[in-house]
C-alpha cells in the first residue's frame, strides 16, 4: 500500500518567516495529495489540496508544490503568523482508497 | 456549517472492557472514517464505510470493530480494550465519490487503564 513520509516532526520558525514542510509519496498511482491543519483540541481540518495534473497551487499565503518524478510534495507557508502554529499533516491517496496521512509536523510560530 | 460530532472529548475504561465510540455527522455523507492519531505516527485508519450497513477494513483494523445501522452514525466498538488502545480517536466523514475531502469531528482521547 501507500506510504507517505514527512519531515520534519518539529519546526520553529520566527513571525514573518517562511515555513517549508516536505513529504515524499510511494505509490506512483497516487493522484490527490491534501494538507490538513490540526490546530490544538480540534480535528484536523483540510487547508489546500493538489492533484497530480498541477505542479503548484497557492491561496493566499499557502501554497503547495508537487513534483511528480520525485514524488514528493511540499507546503510553504509565507509571512507566518502566530495563528499558523498548529500540526499539519500531508496524505496522497489514488482515488480508489481513502487517505494515507504522514506523520505530522508540529509547527511553532515564535512571536 | 458542516458538523461531524464525537460523542465524548475524554474516556477512561479498564483493560477488558467493551468501548463504544460514537460518531455522528449532519451532512448526509456517504462516506465515514474512523482514525487513530498517535505521537510520531499521525493519522492511521482503523476502519471506514461507503454506505449504511457497509464497512471495510483499513490499514489497522484488529482489535475494532464498527458498525453504520443509520447514514449519519458511525460508531467504532473494541470489544476487549486493552492499554495499547489508548490513543486519539477521530471520526471522519466525506461526500460520495469523494474519498478525499474529509470533515473531521474534535476526537475522543480513550485512556485503557
Known amino acids: 500500500g501507500e506510504n507517505v513520509e514527512q519531515h520534519p516532526s518539529t519546526l520553529s520558525v520566527q513571525e514573518g518567516d517562511s515555513a517549508v514542510i516536505k513529504c515524499t509519496y510511494s505509490?506512483?498511482?497516487?493522484?490527490?495529495f491534501p494538507w490538513y491543519k490540526q490546530e490544538l483540541g480540534k480535528g484536523p481540518q483540510l487547508i489546500i489540496d493538489?492533484?497530480?495534473?498541477?505542479g503548484e497551487k497557492k491561496d493566499q499565503r499557502i501554497a503547495v508544490t508537487l513534483n511528480k518524478t520525485a514524488k514528493h510534495f511540499s507546503l510553504h507557508i509565507t509571512e507566518t503568523q502566530p495563528e499558523d502554529s498548529a500540526v499539519y499533516f500531508c496524505a496522497a491517496s489514488t482515488g480508489r482508497r481513502a487517505l494515507t496521512f504522514g506523520s505530522g509536523t508540529r509547527l511553532q510560530v515564535q512571536p | 456549517d458542516v458538523k461531524v460530532t464525537q460523542s465524548s472529548r475524554y474516556l477512561v475504561k479498564r483493560t477488558g472492557e467493551k468501548v463504544f465510540l460514537e460518531c455522528v455527522q449532519d451532512?448526509?455523507?456517504?462516506?465515514m472514517f474512523w482514525y487513530r492519531q498517535d505521537p510520531g505516527l499521525g493519522l492511521r485508519l482503523i476502519y471506514f464505510?461507503?454506505?449504511?450497513?457497509?464497512?471495510e477494513k483499513g490499514d489497522i483494523p484488529e482489535g475494532y470493530s464498527v458498525s453504520r445501522e443509520k447514514k449519519e452514525r458511525f460508531s467504532l466498538i473494541l470489544e476487549s480494550a486493552s492499554t495499547n488502545q489508548t490513543s486519539m480517536y477521530l471520526c471522519?466523514?466525506?461526500?460520495?465519490?469523494?474519498?478525499?475531502?474529509?470533515?473531521f469531528g474534535s476526537g475522543t482521547q480513550l485512556s485503557v487503564l
Open positions: 493538489i492533484r497530480s495534473n498541477v
Open positions: 505509490d506512483s498511482a497516487s493522484n490527490y
Open positions: 451532512m448526509d455523507h456517504e462516506n
Open positions: 471522519a466523514s466525506s461526500p460520495l465519490g469523494l474519498y478525499e475531502k474529509l470533515f
Open positions: 464505510s461507503y454506505d449504511v450497513k457497509m464497512k
